[in-house]
């Protein structure tokens, strides 16, 4: 390791020449590795609810980062607030395979986390998969949808997306139908890989089952 953190290779083609320098190598390494093994750079929003901690083991195969308004809070030994996701401490101990990263959650005016400059960069530059699982049907998931998009759009226009909503019988008011006929059209118009899964919410393995589908979906493509 220490030879190949000292040293960095030039290569020319033609009028061109890209130095590779040890991070690139590291880099280059891990694109192999994720091609090889069919390992996905795994990205899913409002994970720290049921579904989330249901489906996170179920992706042990792939990097999975979790976006969440407070990491800290998700990450505590017992649950202190009913306001915000919570995965636990042992929880994630376990899941060796998975991160948390605070986000602000499409909501500039009530951010919690105290590390969500960047999470744009950090997390969805690099990822293969977006799985957003915010808000169910409330106003949340709209502002969440836009901003993942948005952002997306910018740093990783490719990504595979996923979108989770409530079947139809489970929403009842016209509102929250509406409301999540419009973000999955904003998903439509602007992604160019794009899956909408309706399901049940309380029958979480079903749910789950519909989810890795998809992420399937990416993997075959």
Same mark, same amino acid.
């Given at each position: 390791f220490?030879?190949? %953190?000292? +040293? %960095?290779?030039? !290569?020319?083609?033609?009028?061109?020449?890209?130095?590779?320098?040890p991070m690139r190598f590291l880099h280059l390494f891990i694109i192999l590795q /994720?091609?090889?093994?069919?390992?996905?750079?795994? *990205?899913?929003?409002? $994970?720290?609810?049921? !579904?989330?901690?249901? #489906?996170?083991?179920? #992706?042990?195969?792939?990097? *999975?980062? !979790?976006? +969440?308004?407070?990491?800290?809070?998700?990450?505590?030994? %017992?649950?202190?607030? $009913?306001?915000?996701?919570? #995965?636990?401490? %042992?929880? #994630?101990?376990?899941?060796? /395979?998975?991160?948390?990263?605070?986000?602000?959650?499409?909501?500039m005016l009530d951010i919690v986390g105290c590390d969500f400059l960047g999470w744009q960069e950090d997390a969805l530059k690099g990822c293969d998969v977006v799985v957003n699982l915010v808000g169910g049907f409330t106003d949340q998931r709209t502002k969440a949808a836009e901003r993942i998009i948005r952002e997306c759009i910018k740093v990783n226009p490719n990504v595979f997306h996923v979108s989770v909503s409530p079947v139809v019988e489970e929403l009842g008011q016209k509102i929250k139908r509406n409301r999540v006929q419009a973000v999955e059209d904003m998903y439509e118009a602007n992604c160019p890989s794009y899956v909408a899964v309706r399901s049940e919410y309380n029958r979480v393995d079903d749910t789950c089952n519909a989810i890795t589908q998809a992420i399937q979906k990416c993997v075959n493509v």
């Amino acid at each position: 390791f220490f030879f190949f %953190s000292q +040293c %960095s290779k030039q !290569i020319t083609m033609g009028n061109h020449s890209i130095t590779f320098t040890p991070m690139r190598f590291l880099h280059l390494f891990i694109i192999l590795q /994720h091609h090889l093994t069919g390992a996905l750079n795994i *990205v899913i929003a409002g $994970g720290t609810g049921p !579904i989330g901690k249901a #489906l996170i083991p179920k #992706l042990a195969e792939h990097e *999975v980062t !979790i976006l +969440c308004r407070n990491a800290f809070l998700a990450a505590t030994p %017992s649950r202190v607030s $009913g306001d915000y996701g919570w #995965l636990g401490e %042992s929880f #994630l101990d376990r899941q060796e /395979h998975a991160r948390l990263r605070d986000w602000d959650a499409g909501d500039m005016l009530d951010i919690v986390g105290c590390d969500f400059l960047g999470w744009q960069e950090d997390a969805l530059k690099g990822c293969d998969v977006v799985v957003n699982l915010v808000g169910g049907f409330t106003d949340q998931r709209t502002k969440a949808a836009e901003r993942i998009i948005r952002e997306c759009i910018k740093v990783n226009p490719n990504v595979f997306h996923v979108s989770v909503s409530p079947v139809v019988e489970e929403l009842g008011q016209k509102i929250k139908r509406n409301r999540v006929q419009a973000v999955e059209d904003m998903y439509e118009a602007n992604c160019p890989s794009y899956v909408a899964v309706r399901s049940e919410y309380n029958r979480v393995d079903d749910t789950c089952n519909a989810i890795t589908q998809a992420i399937q979906k990416c993997v075959n493509v």
